[in-house]
């Protein structure tokens, strides 16, 4: 109560202050400018000058019963748009604390994915260069290997190669000789090789005697080591 | 070799040692022998001896054969006895195995000799008493000319081989360059 009459004082001093300069105004020009004395008709009933204080009392009045009438409507109003704007103001604070945190989440994860395509590209240096590494030595331990083996196998061929050409050329050495042999060769020179093939034959001793003989040997042996 | 063979020619070794003994297993050998060779030689003989057509003429084209080669009567029954069987197939079978036979009923070894050249009396006879001195025991040859050898002989006796043929050497040669 005590703020709604001290709210009504100032609203009457404000029309006090605003009104008052307005009505002397209005009444010296009424009464023929400057010149003219000032006459303000503030309570009696006059045909040719309005009573100000009355307007003043009746816009006072109307005024109270304004904000008397008006005031609930009004504050309720106000507070029911309090309330809104502070849900608004609400909302909105949660919903830049959630955009803010979903902010921070985006930042961080852009942030974790920066690290992690920075670390993947390290990675992928890093195996590119083992890689490399290892298919170089791969293809060098290869390339030995082939060296060597292209060596053995020119070897193997050149080996081959030489047993061919001397199986050749024995082959053909010994076919010109059976050819030779065959054309030289007389039925006089056949008979004589039976003959020394006979006496071969009969210089190698009998089966008999070279037994006694193997035993004799080994009667020896034995009696060596004792 | 069949064991078919081996029968018919141990029962032709046994019936010719009782009648006659060893001359007469010589004569069973040798009548098969000079009988496998014109077996083998004539075509005539031959067809006379497979074609189941020709069977009535078979004996006696057998008797004109066998007489004219002066076959044994023990070589002569085998020989008919294999004929009308249809055996012939087996005749080189038994005159081996007949060989063989002879030989152990003689107490003697086998001698395979391959020359280039026919040998002669004499150099045969050498060669035998050079095995007969080898082997301790009496030696027969059974001489086969083959031109291939070259020269020299190649005899095999039992498991024992004595190679001094020209083509011995030549392959020794050529084994000794490829190597």
């Known amino acids: ?226 | 070799m069949s064991a078919i063979a081996r029968r018919y020619a141990r029962a032709a070794v046994e019936v010719a040692d009782q009648k006659g003994g060893i001359a007469a297993i010589e004569a069973l050998f040798a009548g098969l022998a000079s009988f496998r060779a014109a077996f083998k030689q004539n075509t005539d003989l031959r067809e006379v001896l497979r074609n189941p057509v020709l069977r009535e003429q078979r004996p006696g084209a057998l008797e004109a054969v066998m007489k004219k080669l002066g076959v044994s009567a023990e070589a002569a029954k085998l020989i008919n006895l294999l004929a009308a069987r249809e055996r012939l197939a087996i005749l080189d079978d038994v005159v081996a195995e007949t060989e063989v036979l002879a030989d152990e009923r003689m107490g003697r070894v086998r001698a395979y000799v391959t020359t280039a050249v026919p040998l002669g009396d004499v150099q045969a006879q050498r060669l035998a008493r050079a095995l007969e001195k080898r082997f301790g025991q009496p030696v027969a040859l059974s001489i086969k000319i083959d031109p291939s050898i070259l020269g020299g002989l190649v005899c095999q006796v039992r498991d024992v081989t004595m190679d001094s043929s020209l083509r011995n050497q030549l392959e020794s040669l050529r084994e000794r360059l490829l190597a």
């Open chain 1, 1 to 226: 109560m005590m703020n709604l009459w001290r709210r009504l004082g100032a609203l009457v001093a404000l029309a006090l202050t605003t009104l008052t300069p307005l009505v002397l105004w209005a009444a010296e020009e009424g009464h023929g400018g400057h010149d003219a004395e000032i006459h303000v008709n503030w309570w009696s009933r006059d045909m040719v000058a309005p009573p100000v204080g009355w307007y003043f009392v009746d816009f006072v009045i109307f005024v109270f019963a304004l904000v008397y009438l008006t005031r609930k409507p009004i504050r309720g109003a106000f507070i029911a748009r309090h309330h809104a704007i502070k849900r608004a103001i609400d909302d909105n604070q949660a919903a830049f604390d959630t955009a803010k945190a979903d902010y921070d989440k985006t930042r961080d994860k852009l942030a974790a994915v920066d690290r992690e395509v920075g670390q993947l590209i390290a990675k992928v240096k890093e195996d590119g260069a083992f890689e490399r590494e290892r298919i170089i030595d791969s293809a060098k331990t290869y390339s030995v290997r082939m060296r060597d083996d292209v060596k053995g196998i020119i070897a193997n061929e050149a080996t081959a190669a030489k047993i061919r050409l001397q199986r050749s050329v024995a082959e053909q050495a010994l076919k010109i000789a059976e050819d030779l042999l065959v054309a030289n060769i007389t039925d006089a020179d056949r008979v004589r090789m039976v003959d020394e093939a006979i006496v071969e034959i009969e210089k190698v001793e009998s089966l008999a005697v070279a037994a006694q003989r193997r035993r004799a040997t080994d009667r020896t042996a034995v009696g060596g080591e004792k």
